[in-house]
């Protein structure tokens, strides 16, 4: 709670005014969660601006208005009080790190970054540590304590909401918050201010170029997360090139360095991974002491997926860490697969569901399944597409992976947003060259009747994997997000 004379004397201003010694509770950008309680912070974005909707948060009897000095004139008639702030967005995080009372600070931050593999790992971190904390995450398919997660359109929430959450988050005595921390977030500021305890890295491959423009951007905006922000651990997967460079680095001394690897010489040093039907067994020696675990999980990367979450455990647990990795192997056979990552969502014909939209990704799912289902005469179905106003890029090289792992791959409409979905099929079709005789494509717009056609033709000994979407409970065409889950389209077309 603060008075609006301190939010002022905060930017260096007064005011007078009888409405000065009146507090409010909370901060926000969205005029549909503005209460008389509120502040409401209007800016103007890319899509919208918050100036078309003083009218409105006027009526719902907020008390504060702070806009950038730039747009005085568009509020001098309003009957509310408002606070002009030149250069608002660079002072926004910090402003909102004030208003919450620093709430990074009050709780064991985990930030985790990586194109592939955060959801995975911020799950499977907060699962293996339940028993022992309050815990909460942030991220892709939603924010809050596990099973009661509040959807989310951002995997990172922009700085005010995200501010806000985690002052709820001490409010209802969580201790521990993992947090998936996309490149976008770090670029725009909206983690700017935070306090980790830990930094994870999975793996750093290619994406969003529609918006960083270089690979060589991407990867220097993933690297500041951690050479820019402070933190007491790095959890680093040591087989990654800039895991590598960061492992090396000898000006973050006081950092304690766990990594996780092949390697000898890396804290977690996993061998002997054997895949089978059931799942992975795999061996870790941690402190010259050998460990056996199992999952009843597919694909090599959830090896490395659930090494990092071990090492984010290890870095926070007070208790004996050897005795702690050793009581927890009775745990991983429970780790179920994550909503949209590896799910099995029928049996016959086997259909799973990944929300692989990267060629690393694709590949790696691909590969994950020949690993532990492969069967004589068995086919591999692919049904995916890609996603509209992103990385264009990376389509010829989605469809390079389908032709050298499926042997048909159907390619439908992903998410088109604002572009042509036939232009988008058409990039994707250029990576379909020099084709061998054991792979075939057939291109269904339609997501429904894509899925539809794949389990109509395919044998019951065969395995589709439907990718790109994941847990996304909707389609994007033309900015108009129409509810549709590849989970449920493929339960429909099974009762066909």
């Known amino acids: 709670m603060k008075k609006i004379t301190d939010i002022f004397q905060h930017f260096q201003q007064t005011l007078t005014d009888l409405t000065s010694e009146n507090s409010v509770t909370e901060l926000t950008t969205d005029s549909r969660l503005v209460n008389s309680n509120s502040v409401f912070i209007a800016l103007t974005g890319e899509n919208s601006s918050g100036l078309n909707y003083l ?35 660079n002072k926004l995080a910090d402003f909102a790190k004030w208003f919450y009372n620093d709430p990074s600070k009050q709780l064991k931050l985990v930030g985790i970054t990586g194109t592939n593999g955060k959801t995975s790992v911020a799950h499977y971190t907060a699962k293996l540590l339940e028993n022992q904390y309050k815990v ?30 985690l002052a709820e988050f001490v409010k209802q005595k969580v201790e521990v918050v993992v947090m998936e921390v996309s490149s976008h977030a770090i670029a725009l500021g909206r983690i700017k201010g935070l306090n980790f305890t830990v930094l994870a890295l999975t793996q750093v491959t290619r994406d969003h170029l529609d918006f960083h423009g270089t690979i060589e951007a991407y990867h220097q905006v993933k690297k500041s997360l951690f050479l820019d922000y402070p933190a007491d651990s790095w959890v680093i997967n040591s087989a990654d090139k ?59 990367f959830n090896v490395e997926n659930i090494l990092c979450a071990l090492g984010i455990c290890l870095a926070l647990v007070e208790q004996d860490k050897l005795t702690w990795l050793q009581k927890i192997t009775t745990s991983l056979d429970k780790l179920k697969a994550i909503s949209g990552r590896m799910e099995l969502v029928n049996k016959l014909p086997q259909v799973i569901v990944d929300y692989a939209h990267t060629p690393e990704a694709l590949q790696a799912v691909l590969q994950a399944v020949k690993d532990h289902i492969n069967k004589p005469n068995q086919k591999l179905w692919l049904v995916f597409g890609c996603g509209g106003d992103r990385d264009k890029g990376k389509r010829p090289l989605m469809a390079k992976v389908a032709a050298e792992y499926a042997n048909i791959a159907i390619v439908t409409d992903d998410n088109p947003r604002f572009e042509s979905p036939q232009e988008i099929v058409k990039d994707i079709l250029v990576g379909f060259n020099n084709l061998n005789d054991t792979f075939s494509f057939k291109v269904i717009h339609n997501r429904a009747d894509a899925i539809a056609y794949a389990l109509k033709k395919a044998n019951k000994n065969d395995l589709i994997i439907v990718a790109g979407k994941g847990h996304e409970p909707y389609q994007d065409i033309a900015g108009v997000k129409t509810p549709m889950l590849d989970t449920e389209l493929i339960q429909r077309a099974i009762k066909l």
Do not use: H, P, W
Request: with cysteine; glycine share 8%.
């Open 242 to 300: 800039m895991g590598k460079s960061l492992l090396a680095r000898t000006d973050f001394e006081q950092i304690e360095k766990v990594s996780y690897g092949k390697q000898k010489e890396d804290t977690l040093s996993v061998s002997n991974i054997l895949l089978n039907q059931a799942g992975i067994q795999f061996k870790v020696v941690f402190q010259g002491t050998k460990i056996n675990f199992v999952l009843k999980l597919y694909g090599k």
């Open 55 to 89: 009218s409105q948060v006027e009526k719902l009897g907020c008390q504060l208005v702070i806009t950038d000095l730039i747009n005085k004139d568009k509020v001098k008639n309003l009957a509310i009080e408002v606070l002009l702030v030149e250069g608002l967005v």
């Open 136 to 165: 909460a995450v942030l991220g892709t398919l939603g924010n809050g304590v596990l099973g009661q997660l509040i959807a989310t359109e951002n995997t990172t929430l922009e700085t005010v909401s995200l501010n806000r959450v």
